[in-house]
């Protein structure tokens, strides 16, 4: 067991700057925010699904809409170009923050879902067609799941699989049988959301550059969690969400090579993605402009370069020490429960995660349970439907790690689970 | 402690634990099936009528998932029998809640009213009123 000392980040200064942390919980849901009846201390163990909100994001925001808010790119005016510089600099930021290129490579959407739509829409329906393949895996996130399956659906493409060992590792001999001459894409999770698998992209992307083809790489749950560049992997596309990695919700990342967004044409059409327009046609702005239809998240755009700036003060090496610590305590402390299934590669071998079931209690009630000792995990299928099907398992509880954990979190963890197990004996 | 451990009272567990009527009846009036795909619950319930045609007569549900989805068709099963079918088609989630006789998450009711839509939708089926395969409670 590792030494309490060999944690790399002071968690008591950090958890200083997240207000949430500090709340109680276990009172009426029906009006948000701490009242009456919220007496115990959160512990909250779902930043897979969302992550908390440091105090210096929330003040760029403000400092943003008290300060020089308005709309990006139109105003000649002095606020809008303090916005315009703002803005276009959180993708001058992004693109530091994964070694991209540069801005041109960084289209700001919603979120990785959004990002994984526009390249299905403004490439994929124009590419693919019959005969061609696109591969993803088994612990693909719905995502890209259920994006590629329907396009596929449109446009006469066929989707593989890549299949999943019984520790949760793709198959890589079967990954090469798949990845053939007719492959145009291949779609992959970089850490997977329910197993915690960490997935060989820059291999898939040798195999799938190979063959002529794409790979786009959903950076989810990497991102947030580890040092990424893109450049290392080789990816075509690459995509992540900013309220993951302690940024506001509404701003994701389509990271794409430049000369592959140069061919593509708009997913959105509309204002501020134009160059010329007349009654008969219009041309498009440069690179990322040219996916930015419309009024974008601007807010949000600057409220993610302050995260990645919080981030960084980290390290994300210090990061992702402290959530491989947690996760292998948190593997290590359920494990010894015969009654509890872990699922995906061992402790020592994961992304900050940890979805698991407790034989006599249904995912959900645990989680109801959990929810008593105010300790939030996420329960369900993780939108990861099928591979919970292929484990055999309708839901699972998933406990996922982020900066400010810590082990006594983890402990209150395992002792409500404890609970948990008794009430349903 | 707050609202979870409420929603887990003896009675819930109890039903959870030695589901009443549990099975599949052999010569149901009607039966139907029903999911709540968010929570992977299912339930069966099979309905038995009276001579006239329209009195309740017996209820044998079948199934699995959450405890909150099992015990609500268990305790149902045992409050059906004597009521007409357009009672049954009456009742509402406030009927559940009160069933189960504690606060429903806003996240769980969908558990706990699965086994009374899948009954309604049973019924109204049988009756000829919808057609459908399977319930789903997703809205």
Same mark, same amino acid.
């Given at each position: 067991?590792?030494?309490?000392e ?11 700057? $997240?207000p ?6 276990? %009172? +009426?849901v029906t ?12 512990v909250? #163990? ?8 440091p105090?210096r ?10 300060g020089?808010n308005?709309?990006?790119h139109?105003?000649?005016h002095?606020?809008? !170009?303090?916005?315009s510089?703002?803005?276009?600099e959180?993708h ?8 991209a ?6 289209? $700001? ?8 739509n526009l390249?299905?829409?403004?490439w ?6 019959? %005969? +061609? ?7 693909? @996130?719905?995502?890209?799941l ?7 659906k449109k ?21 090469k049988?798949? &990845? ?9 999770? @970089? ?6 698998? &960490?997935?060989?992209?820059?291999e898939?992307?040798?195999?799938? /550059? ?5 790979? $786009? ?5 990497s ?7 893109? *450049?290392?992997?080789d990816?075509? $596309?690459?995509?992540?969400?900013? /309220? ?18 140069? +061919?593509?044409?708009p997913?959105?059409?509309? *204002? ?21 239809a %419309?009024?974008?998240?601007?807010? !949000? *755009?600057?409220?993610? @370069?302050?995260a ?13 020490r ?11 402390? #359920? ?6 299934? &872990?699922?995906?590669?061992? %402790?020592?071998d ?11 209690? /249904?995912a @959900? ?14 329960a369900?299928? /993780? ?25 006594e979190?983890v ?7 404890? !609970? ?6 | 402690?707050?609202?979870g ?18 099975g ?31 009195? =309740? ?10 405890? =909150? ?26 009927? =559940? ?6 606060? =429903? ?32 409670t997703?809205?």
């Amino acid at each position: 067991m590792k030494a309490q000392e060999s944690y790399p980040i002071d968690v008591a200064a950090i958890r200083e700057d $997240f207000p949430i942390l500090a709340r109680k919980v276990g %009172g +009426d849901v029906t009006t948000p925010g701490e009242g009456e009846g919220d007496t115990e201390p959160l512990v909250y #163990l779902d930043n897979a699904a969302t992550s908390q909100t440091p105090k210096r994001v929330v003040e760029s925001i403000v400092d943003y809409y008290y300060g020089y808010n308005a709309n990006v790119h139109r105003g000649i005016h002095q606020l809008s !170009q303090e916005a315009s510089v703002a803005y276009e600099e959180a993708h001058d930021r992004v693109a530091d923050f994964i070694g991209a290129e540069g801005r041109e490579e960084i289209v $700001f959407t919603k979120n990785t879902t959004e990002a994984m739509n526009l390249v299905a829409y403004a490439w994929g329906l124009n590419e693919l067609g019959p %005969g +061609d393949r696109v591969v993803l895996t088994e612990m693909e @996130h719905h995502a890209s799941l259920v994006t590629w399956q329907q396009l596929a659906k449109k446009t006469g493409a066929e989707v593989k699989y890549i299949r999943v060992d019984d520790e949760g590792r793709l198959d890589m001999e079967h990954a090469k049988e798949l &990845i053939d001459e007719s492959t145009k894409m291949v779609s992959t999770v @970089h850490v997977s959301n329910t197993l915690g698998t &960490i997935n060989p992209v820059d291999e898939l992307a040798d195999m799938a /550059h190979e063959v002529g083809a794409y790979i $786009f790489v959903d950076g989810a749950q990497s991102v947030p969690t580890r040092p990424v560049d893109v *450049g290392d992997i080789d990816a075509d $596309f690459f995509a992540f969400s900013g /309220h993951k990695m302690l940024g506001p919700t509404g701003i994701g990342v389509l990271y794409g090579k430049e000369g592959v967004l140069e +061919d593509m044409e708009p997913y959105l059409y509309g *204002g501020d993605m134009i160059r010329r327009v007349t009654y008969e046609d219009a041309t498009w702005e440069d690179l990322p402009w040219k996916f930015e239809a %419309g009024t974008p998240n601007i807010a !949000q *755009g600057i409220g993610l @370069h302050a995260a990645i700036d919080y981030l960084d003060d980290i390290g994300m090496e210090n990061v992702q020490r402290h959530e491989e610590l947690l996760a292998e305590y948190a593997y290590d402390r #359920l494990s010894e429960f015969d009654d509890i299934t &872990i699922y995906g590669p061992p %402790g020592d071998d994961r992304g900050g995660l940890v979805a698991f079931n407790l034989d006599s209690v /249904h995912a @959900h009630d645990l989680s109801s349970i959990l929810n008593d000792y105010a300790v939030a995990i996420r329960a369900g299928d /993780h939108c990861t439907q099928p591979l919970h099907d292929k484990l055999g398992a309708a839901a699972s509880a998933r406990a996922s790690f982020y900066v400010y954990n810590t082990r006594e979190e983890v402990d209150a963890l395992v002792e409500a689970v404890g !609970q948990a197990r008794e009430l349903f004996a | 402690m707050g609202m979870g451990s409420d929603m887990y009272r003896q009675q819930i567990l109890d039903h959870y634990k030695n589901p009443r009527n549990y099975g599949e009846m052999e010569d149901p009036t009607f039966s139907h099936v029903g999911e709540n795909p968010s929570c992977g619950d299912t339930i069966k319930m099979d309905v038995r009528l009276e001579d006239d045609g329209d009195t =309740i007569e017996y209820v044998a549900f079948s199934g699995d998932g959450c405890a =909150i989805s099992q015990a609500s068709a268990s305790m149902l099963s045992q409050q059906l029998p004597g009521k007409t079918l357009s009672e049954l088609k009456e009742m509402d989630r406030d009927d =559940i809640v009160d069933m189960l006789g504690v606060d =429903i998450s806003p996240m769980r009711i969908k558990c706990a009213v699965l086994a009374e839509k899948v009954a309604q939708d049973g019924a109204k089926i049988y009756q000829g009123e919808i057609d459908l395969d399977k319930t789903k409670t997703e809205d």
